[in-house]
């Protein structure tokens, strides 16, 4: 069974910073892309970012510019570095790949909180 542990969330005012991190308890070379996903209160799930195993990269409009993601493969880790953080990024983050998420799997997120 697959595991990923999403950490570095937290309060932060309007225009600051946070940098995610999610651990996979498996060689995310084998799931191939991953991704970031968020949900806000009351809202579905949306994915912002994702990030293949060459490191080719997409962002949702919404964080275009702002939202940079990467990945180290060789300590199975993904990050989400945000800067210019605003009220409507507040959600919970979770860090998946397309495999796991046809599978149903969701690790337990982080909560990003933006307010002043």
């Known amino acids: 069974q697959v595991q990923l542990v999403e950490s570095g969330g937290g309060l932060v005012q309007p225009g600051g910073s946070l940098r995610l991190s999610c651990v996979a308890s498996?060689?995310?070379?084998?799931?191939?892309?991953m991704g970031w996903y968020r949900q806000a209160p009351g809202k579905e799930r949306e994915l912002v970012a994702s990030?293949?195993?060459?490191?080719?990269?997409n962002y949702a409009d919404s964080v275009k510019g702002r939202f940079t993601i990467s990945r180290d493969n060789a300590k199975n880790t993904v990050f989400l570095q945000m800067n210019s953080l605003k009220p409507e990024d507040t959600a919970v983050y979770y860090c998946n790949a397309p495999v796991l998420v046809l599978r149903g799997y969701w690790g337990q997120g982080t909560q990003v909180t933006v307010s002043s």
């Open positions: 498996t060689d995310i070379t084998r799931l191939g892309v």
């Open positions: 990030c293949s195993t060459d490191s080719l990269t």
